[in-house]
């Protein structure tokens, strides 16, 4: 009886290749890292009146958010692939929109922004009523009350939206980045 081989790799030799593979990229998240971290910086330095700069911003945020979408659909396989994609072609329409009509991007993302922040609120409220025997429910509560608060907070008043949602897009992109820099460094620790 002849053993026939396999043209492809075996799971090892495709598993050390995928490793060895992303070792030599590390540098890619952590460049993308450290973009991240310097945009936080640039929104955190605009004001509340810069409505339209701020829309501008919300399209890079966009786009680039698109482009990371769109690079993942093209590295895993199956189903989570056009998840991937869809999300990826949505941030880009959204970037486009948000280039064409940089205000009107401001204000939609503000009122969105009020309203997670409610929804999220009112979900985390119940979840932690609903869970009191475990030992720490009072820590989604009051994270669920804080929620509430914001969701009020800047429910009425744009020059608070304003500030509110640059908080949250320099907070979200400053943690982003850290993200990405610390997978960076994971990335070129691997064996």
């Known amino acids: 009886m002849s053993t ?5 790799p075996s799971g090892d030799a495709l598993t050390y290749e995928f490793v060895g593979a992303l070792r030599r990229l590390w540098w890619v998240p952590l460049i993308l890292g450290i973009l991240w971290v310097i ?5 955190f330095r605009l004001n509340v009146h810069s409505v ?26 199956g189903g989570w692939r056009w998840f991937h994609a869809i999300v990826g072609v949505a941030l880009v329409v959204g970037a486009v929109l ?6 009107n991007t401001f204000f939609a ?8 922040l409610l929804i999220k ?20 509560l009051v994270l669920g009350l ?15 939206k ?12 400053m943690l982003r980045g850290v993200a990405l820099i610390i997978t960076a460094f994971q990335l070129r620790s691997l064996d």
């Open 52 to 77: 339209n700069a701020v829309g501008i911003l919300i399209g890079i945020v966009f786009l680039v958010a698109g482009a990371e979408e769109l690079l993942t659909a093209g590295a895993v396989r």
């Open 39 to 43: 945009f936080s910086l640039v929104v």
């Open 109 to 116: 993302l503000a009122s969105i922004v009020g309203w997670l």
């Open 98 to 103: 948000s280039f064409v009509h940089p205000g």
């Open 121 to 140: 609120g009112v979900f985390d409220v119940i979840l932690a009523l609903s869970t009191r025997d475990l030992e720490l429910w009072w820590t989604r």
């Open 162 to 173: 304003a500030a509110f949602v640059l908080i949250f897009i320099g907070a979200t992109a």
């Open 4 to 8: 026939a081989t396999s043209p492809l």
């Open 146 to 160: 804080i929620e509430l608060a914001l969701a009020f907070l800047v429910a009425g008043d744009m020059t608070k």
